[in-house]
């Protein structure tokens, strides 16, 4: 049974820092894909950043040049690094994984995690 388990929210000002962690069950470099995704309370969730078992990146408009995503297959963990942090990045950030490729180009990750809350403020 696949787990995928968040941690590094937290409270700060605009223009500062993140880093936000997954943990997975298992090993990291099987998923077809990995990604970040975001819900701010009464919106719907948004893709963040994905990352492809080779390692190629795809970022939400609203923030690239800002986050980075990465994973670390030797720790079966996963990251979004978050710098010049704006009020609007304000959400609850949901880790995501599947081994369909296929799912993963229709963002319909069947692996979730329980999220971790970013708050922003100005």
């Known amino acids: 049974q696949v787990q995928l388990v968040e941690s590094g929210g937290g409270s700060v000002q605009a223009g500062g820092s993140l880093r936000l962690s997954c943990a997975a069950s298992?090993?990291?470099?099987?998923?077809?894909?990995m990604g970040w995704f975001r819900q701010a309370p009464g919106k719907g969730r948004e893709g963040v950043a994905y990352?492809?078992?080779?390692?190629?990146?795809t970022y939400a408009d609203a923030v690239k040049g800002r986050f980075t995503i990465s994973k670390d297959n030797a720790k079966n963990t996963l990251y979004l690094q978050m710098n010049s942090l704006k009020p609007e990045d304000t959400a609850m950030y949901y880790c995501?994984?599947?081994?369909?490729?296929?799912?993963?180009?229709?963002?319909?990750?069947?692996?979730w995690g329980q999220g971790t809350q970013v708050t922003v403020s100005s």
């Open positions: 298992e090993y990291t470099g099987g998923y077809a894909c």
């Open positions: 990352i492809q078992r080779d390692d190629t990146t």
């Open positions: 995501a994984a599947d081994y369909l490729g296929s799912r993963c180009r229709a963002g319909a990750y069947h692996y």
